[in-house]
């Protein structure tokens, strides 16, 4: 018996060594080596690649095709599932790996034709730019034929890679698309205007905060305190009254996507340099979105950050011109509503009579299934969705699916020495519409806008329109020569953190209908305005500002209410007031009272704002509110003071009795979702915890504690700028934080979420992200090598 048992005992442990033994095998085979000779046959001349103690590539060449050849080596070793991820999500292939679950988001990049689309964008290059891509896709492939093993997420997953293309890059780039996709905020607002009358529409559309006003005013008169439509609002909540609360009609909490970014000129710092500084806030991820790379090619040379799978610096500096990138979060996607044709139903209607749809049909793939056949209608405009809206088919006319509007044109900024000449280089640059933040080694800064700008004729662009009788539509796109800038202000710096850049006076036609940076921007020009004698330290220190007046507000308001000579003394409020006096403005690890503030302004969002949106879902069972800028409206309405305008009034007698429930609903749903009794000592530390994971994670739990980053309290708030937002297991924040002075790049500082390196067991996977929370930067540039690599051309 006893023989039996230690016979079993010796075999499960042997079983569970050799499971480890394979485990290991397969994270640690895939792992490359930074060092050794290695042959590219796509080179013309020898190539040397040294590898900094963070693992970042330093590549040294003599023309731009072997440099972007070795990049795609060296990035392939490094990220190659994760570029085989963004180049399937683009494509519509991520069902082929996952399986049914994913067929919902290939078929919406299917409707797109975002395959073909990059077929035709490539047709279109410049021949250089097409070499650039050739070249890296063989760095790439030479990368996985010299591969020992594959990673260990194509292991698991039990597929190979297929050979890289040189469309393959632009499907990456296309994944950058969706920074300018949004029909599905036109989508609501068409809803809107059928459902509320025009003069609430109005207020809930606010295209800015109160801070955005006081930087570049528009609309002022929105923060005006009488701005209300006081009887349309008051017909509304009288309709309210007696139905069932309505659920889910707002979502204040959306997934934002933006970026802080700004120049400072000479007079402002201390060695007379001007300084970029450029944070960028994308989903937090394992690996991280961005890659650090050092080319150096001839005489030129591009350090900064590109996106893995293009042979891009997409921001960083060429050593006389340093640039840095923002959203602009701007509207460039328009819902076009179609009428068929009345004697030919099978048509819809043109200005030029009517036409026949063109239909094309795509195959989706799916793991375990038979593959899935979707047809597509097109029309003059774009591709015609699959969701109706208003009882009327929608097309899609937006820009990033011209094939025009995306080119490599950055890779020309390896050229330029001025600001002044780089600015119609970034005006002409295929990407998404962004902000184009410059600085120059002779100390010019400059604003201008990239990317390609709808130009609308009889259309706002916020409601979807019928275009078929032509009053309607898009005259092209802003030239080159019309787009504006902002170059060398008095004020001797420029901020551009997803607020509205323009007012009516500086730029007449809205670009955008909902800018969500209103308070980061005001913040960084209040703290640039008072400064002098700065360095790239002290700009550092700036992007980790967690101040966050943003709140005062919610928490003046709650402890009015918890304060009111009227109200009921119980004892709930005490440890309430206790965590709302003890907060000090500032979203720390520490600060108290905070988790408890930003609950109330969400609850308070939906509170008031639900009633007014009760029609929509009867006009749309699936409508959805979403508005950076919602507070404007709340905000208006609480301040009113207005009886007539209270939520509930059979429930509740005043707006303190009102407000007082709501703050008291929130603490409860706070504690319970912390494991709490009560709210009174939470931190916000413990409430806002980094989240950064591994797509895998969730699939392979029992590497999931090694895939993940750790989760730890993190300093930073949606409102401040060292911004960051975690939700559901989801979170945005700044991937990278970069400050850099054109020319005194060895002075220039880095930090960087999670790691170099996308291979579970290198020792740059993680070796990044405890500096990254704790806020400590690095040199930009290294001076010292761990390794070093000979790539060589065939013989």
Not at 242 to 250: P, T, W
Not at 340 to 363: C, I, L
Not at 463 to 474: I, L
Not at 580 to 593: H, Q, Y
Request: with cysteine.
């Amino acid at each position: 018996m006893r023989k039996a048992m230690r016979r079993s005992v010796i075999l499960i442990v042997t079983v569970l060594l050799a499971g480890v033994a394979t485990l290991i095998g397969i994270v640690r085979l895939p792992l490359p080596e930074e060092g050794g000779s290695h042959v590219l046959s796509a080179l013309g001349e020898a190539v040397v690649v040294e590898f900094d103690s963070v693992g970042v590539p330093h590549i040294r060449a003599t023309s731009r095709t072997d440099a972007y050849a070795a990049l795609g080596y060296v990035t392939a070793r490094d990220r190659l599932f994760q570029m085989d991820m963004l180049r399937r999500k683009t494509g519509g292939r991520l069902a082929e790996i996952f399986g049914a679950a994913f067929v919902k988001d290939d078929s919406w990049s299917r409707v797109m034709g975002f395959e073909r689309l990059a077929g035709a964008i490539l047709r279109q290059l410049p021949a250089e730019q097409r070499a650039a891509l050739t070249a890296y896709a063989a760095g790439v492939n030479q990368a996985m034929r010299d591969a020992a093993a594959w990673p260990w997420e194509f292991t698991i997953l039990a597929y190979a890679p297929e050979p890289w293309r040189p469309q393959d890059s632009i499907l990456v780039a296309l994944n950058l698309a969706d920074l300018s996709y949004s029909a599905d905020q036109e989508r609501a607002a068409s809803v809107m205007r059928v459902a509320l009358p025009e003069a609430v529409v109005d207020l809930l559309t606010p295209d800015g905060d109160c801070y955005n006003e006081m930087l570049a005013p528009r609309t002022p008169e929105r923060c005006a305190p009488s701005a209300l439509p006081a009887r349309e609002i008051e017909q509304l909540m009288r309709e309210a009254k007696g139905r069932e609360k309505s659920a889910g009609l707002v979502q204040n909490e959306h997934t934002p996507r933006g970026s802080n970014g700004w120049v400072v000129a000479p007079g402002k710092t201390r060695d007379g340099h001007a300084i970029l500084a450029n944070d960028m806030h994308l989903s937090l991820e394992a690996p991280n979105i961005w890659y650090q790379a050092d080319l150096a090619y001839g005489s030129r040379r591009m350090e900064g950050l590109t996106l893995p799978g293009l042979p891009m610096i997409i921001t960083g500096t060429n050593g006389r011109v340093a640039w840095g990138l923002t959203s602009v979060e701007g509207d460039f996607a328009d819902l076009v509503r179609l009428r068929r044709d009345a004697a030919e139903p099978s048509k819809y209607r043109t200005p030029n009579g009517a036409r026949d749809f063109s239909t094309r049909v795509e195959r989706i793939g799916v793991r375990g299934a038979p593959a899935i056949a979707l047809p597509v209608k097109e029309t003059i405009w774009g591709p015609v969705l699959p969701e109706p809206l208003l009882g009327s088919e929608v097309a899609l006319r937006w820009t990033m699916l011209d094939p025009i509007a995306t080119n490599l044109d950055l890779m020309e900024m390896d050229s330029v020495a001025i600001a002044a000449e780089a600015a119609p280089l970034m005006r002409g640059a295929g990407v998404p519409p962004l902000n184009a933040l410059l600085a120059d080694s002779s100390g010019s800064i400059m604003w201008t806008l990239m990317g390609k700008i709808p130009k609308r004729r009889g259309l706002s662009g916020l409601f979807a329109e019928f275009w078929d009788d032509g009053s309607v539509g898009w005259d092209g796109y802003y030239s080159q020569q019309e787009l504006p800038s902002i170059v060398d202000p008095a004020s001797g710096y420029i901020v551009s953190a997803n607020q509205r850049m323009l007012g009516a006076a500086d730029f007449a036609p809205k670009i955008g209908h909902d800018y969500s940076g209103g308070f980061r921007a005001w913040r960084i020009d209040q703290r640039l305005s008072l400064s002098s004698g700065v360095d790239e330290h002290d700009m550092a220190a700036l992007q980790l500002d967690a101040s966050t007046e943003f709140y005062r507000y919610y928490q003046t308001l709650a402890l009015r209410a918890l304060n009111a000579p009227e109200s009921e003394s119980d004892e709930d409020s005490a440890p309430l007031i206790h965590a709302l006096e003890a907060w000090d403005g500032r979203a720390e690890d520490n600060s108290l009272g905070l988790p408890l503030i930003v609950e109330f302004r969400n609850s308070l969002i939906d509170a008031v704002l639900s009633p007014l949106l009760a029609r929509c879902r009867a006009v749309d069972p699936g409508f959805v509110y979403e508005w950076s800028n919602a507070d404007v409206p709340v905000q208006r309405i609480i301040d009113s003071g207005s009886a007539e305008f209270l939520p509930e009034r059979d429930t509740h007698r005043d707006w303190p009795h009102f407000l007082r429930a709501v703050l008291r609903e929130s603490a409860r749903r706070l504690a319970r979702s912390n494991g709490r009794g009560s709210v009174a000592d939470l931190l916000w530390g413990e409430a806002n915890r980094v989240e950064i994971r591994h797509p895998l994670a969730v699939a392979t739990p029992f590497v999931t504690p090694f895939l993940n980053m750790p989760r730890i309290p993190v300093a930073g708030c949606r409102q401040c700028i060292r911004f960051y937002f975690a939700e559901a297991g989801k979170s945005s924040g700044a991937n990278v934080r970069m400050v850099v002075a054109p020319g005194r790049e060895s002075e220039g500082l880095m930090q960087m979420a999670a790691g170099q390196s996308g291979q579970l067991g290198s020792p740059h996977y993680s070796d990044r992200q405890m500096d990254w929370v704790a806020g400590r930067s690095r040199p930009f540039r290294a001076t010292t090598f761990n390794g070093r690599m000979s790539l060589t051309p065939a013989p």
